[in-house]
């Protein structure tokens, strides 16, 4: 198989910021990691494994790309303006940075977002806000409303960076009519703690009419590696 290992300084975030790539052609695929993930995750976890005969057949072309949460979502030591500040420079690097990257190699249209638990998160508000650029999202057990994360502050940026609060409101036929041509699927299990948000998203994309898929799976310990190797070689 292809890897490819890339590390370079990023203009936006104002740091290094590193990437495994995956495969040499096929549907590009940007993957983002867990909350307290790095770029290699998907690899040291299995998910690679998981899909490694479609990344060899060129069916996949899968691009791991690091996270900034503990510089954002998760900075307790940042006021809540600086959290947000700070994810939407994360979303500059990667329309303006990553995406082009990807672009250098492959001009399949069917750009995927991927991320399981709070990569869902970043897989979906990414693949609604930017349809032009995202053929689709896939998220494994995401989250999706960060309310909480925030201590209480709200401002407009708040809003336009949570999936469940702007989606409900949208009436933008550029949008819709984009998004009504792209793949959209949510997987959750049972007991997976995700499982509430994930019915609410399943519920606003329904009373939306967009298409999407939704999967409950009956599969105990849903919130984890093993299930979402499964998970990924289904909906992938």
Same mark, same amino acid.
């Given at each position: 198989m292809n890897?490819?290992?890339?590390?370079?300084?990023?203009? *936006?975030? &104002? *740091?290094?910021?590193e990437m495994l790539v995956f495969g040499h052609a096929g549907v590009p695929v940007l993957v983002f990691p867990t909350s307290g993930g790095r770029f290699y995750?998907?690899? /040291?976890?299995g998910m690679i494994a =998981?899909?490694?005969e479609k990344i060899? =057949? &060129? %069916? #996949?072309? $899968?691009?791991c790309v690091d996270s900034v949460n503990a510089e954002s979502?998760?900075? %307790?030591? =940042?006021?809540?303006?600086? *959290?947000? =500040? *700070?994810?939407?420079?994360?979303?500059?690097?990667l329309v303006h940075e990553v995406v082009p990257l990807v672009r250098q190699g492959n001009r399949d249209g069917r750009l995927l977002a991927l991320g399981c638990s709070f990569g869902g998160y970043h897989a979906v508000n990414i693949a609604l806000r930017h349809p032009e650029i995202f053929g689709g999202f896939v998220a494994l057990s995401g989250a999706f409303d960060l309310t909480? @994360?925030? /201590?209480?502050?709200? /401002?407009? /940026?708040?809003?336009?960076? #949570?999936?469940?609060?702007?989606?409900?409101?949208?009436?933008?036929?550029?949008? #819709?009519?984009?998004?009504? &041509?792209n793949r959209f699927v949510l997987a959750t299990g049972w007991d997976d703690p995700c499982l509430g948000q994930n019915r609410n998203l399943d519920?606003?994309?329904?009373?939306?009419?967009?298409?999407?898929? @939704?999967? $409950?799976w009956d599969a105990p310990n849903s919130h984890d590696w093993p299930a979402w190797q499964r998970m990924v070689q289904q909906y992938l």
């Open positions: 890897r490819e290992y890339h590390k370079g300084r990023s203009s *936006r975030l &104002g *740091r290094e910021m995750e998907f690899e /040291d976890r =998981a899909i490694a060899d =057949a &060129g %069916q #996949l072309l $899968v691009f979502w998760y900075n %307790q030591q =940042a006021p809540p303006r600086q *959290r947000i =500040a *700070r994810h939407m420079q994360y979303e500059d690097y909480g @994360f925030l /201590d209480g502050y709200y /401002d407009e /940026d708040c809003y336009f960076h #949570l999936p469940t609060h702007y989606l409900p409101n949208l009436a933008d036929p550029w949008f #819709l009519d984009r998004f009504r &041509g519920r606003i994309l329904s009373e939306k009419g967009i298409p999407h898929r @939704f999967s $409950v």
